[in-house]
């Protein structure tokens, strides 16, 4: 167990290993060692969970991670959708797992996006992995693999017509769905399977599973703005076409935004996770109470950064209290209960105290996008 809690805790993600990681043939070592480099948030997770789920969740991220590089690397929508569908097509056989597209390093210099494309093109150790799971944790993975896949297309396709602007709401909501909403359905499955029951479930804990993902990918939007300006990537329409210090205003105000439309629906996760099927002592409970306080963390603090009167001092969730809490709900289902009821509350002080503006539609708007609606006509 301890093994790849410490490669997570010892790795610099600053600085990626690559050579080291080129040099890895054994696809056990690889999975673990390259999983701290290519997860941010999830990597601390994964590593988390018993082991009966680990290597499914770290395969699964990882295949996720793959075609998430195809679409940020790939400069034309054509080569985006070849090898998205290519992807998607290797997993139709399941005796028969084709090789996963290459990928040529000269395409980025960033050393976490050659990460990526290492990962990519060293995919076949990937596989080895997928290959020891059991055949219903395979078959979740195909069905991430496909939801996120024709999720990527869809937004390529809707990027590129829109000279690279997410111009609604929906949109928005739609792309986060596509990039984690997928993953925390099939993390959700992943949990009902082990507990012996039907991964199949309601629309209302579908809608649920949508709003989970858009508030932990809304993190990473906010966190990567700039980065994602200048390679032509805008997550709200006032975005584009502005330089300087116009420019600069505009990603700070569009950044509180985003963040207020995350903490708005944030009230919600309590009614996810409280429903999480899970033994009184339960480690997979444990790893999404983990992933809750990493996100809330997130937030605290990036409110602080863009001058939002959101939280206070008091309301701040330490590493120490982080890992005291984390403990208690692993071993109590009452404890996770009275965590996520302090959640509820406090989140719905934070947004309140910043009194949004009810005309920004990007803060309030959520009827657009309708998850369920969507996979019925898909």
Known sequence: MLGPIFVNLLSNRRKPPLAKLSAINDPEQFLWQILP???????????????????????????????????????????????????????????????????????????????????????????????RLKGSQQAAIRRLVRRMGAGMIWASRVLTEQGGVLQTPGQLSRYC?????????????????????????????????????????????????????????????????????RREQCIREVRGQLILRAIRRFREFPQFFNTLPAGQISRARGAAMLLIITTYVYYWRATQKAGLPAFDKQQRITRLGGAFTWLKCVLSRRATARFLSWLEKTVIIAFDRCQPDRSKRFIYEDGEFDVVQLLKEG
């Not at 770290?58 to 080569?79: F, G, K, N, S």
């Not at 596509?178 to 479930?201: K, N, Y």
Request: charge should be negative.
């Open 37 to 131: 480099h290519a997860a941010r948030t999830f990597s601390f997770v994964i590593v988390f969970l018993p082991p009966r789920l680990r290597r499914a969740l770290a395969v699964a991220y990882l295949y996720c991670r793959m075609l998430d590089t195809y679409e940020d690397l790939l400069p034309t929508l054509q080569e985006k959708e070849s090898a998205l569908k290519r992807f998607i097509e290797r997993f139709d056989d399941p005796d028969d797992l084709k090789p996963a597209p290459a990928l040529d390093p000269a395409l980025t210099d960033d050393p976490q996006e050659s990460t990526h494309v290492l990962l990519v093109n060293r995919a076949v150790l990937i596989d080895d992995n997928f290959d």
């Open 177 to 245: 769905w596509h990039v984690l909403g997928t993953s925390i359905l099939f993390a959700d499955e992943m949990q009902r399977l082990d507990q012996g029951l039907s991964p199949q479930i309601g629309d209302a804990r579908l809608r649920l599973c949508a709003v989970v993902g858009e508030v932990i990918q809304l993190a990473n939007v906010t966190r990567d703005l700039e980065k994602d300006y200048v390679r032509g990537v805008f997550y709200h329409p006032q975005l584009p076409g502005l330089e300087g210090a």
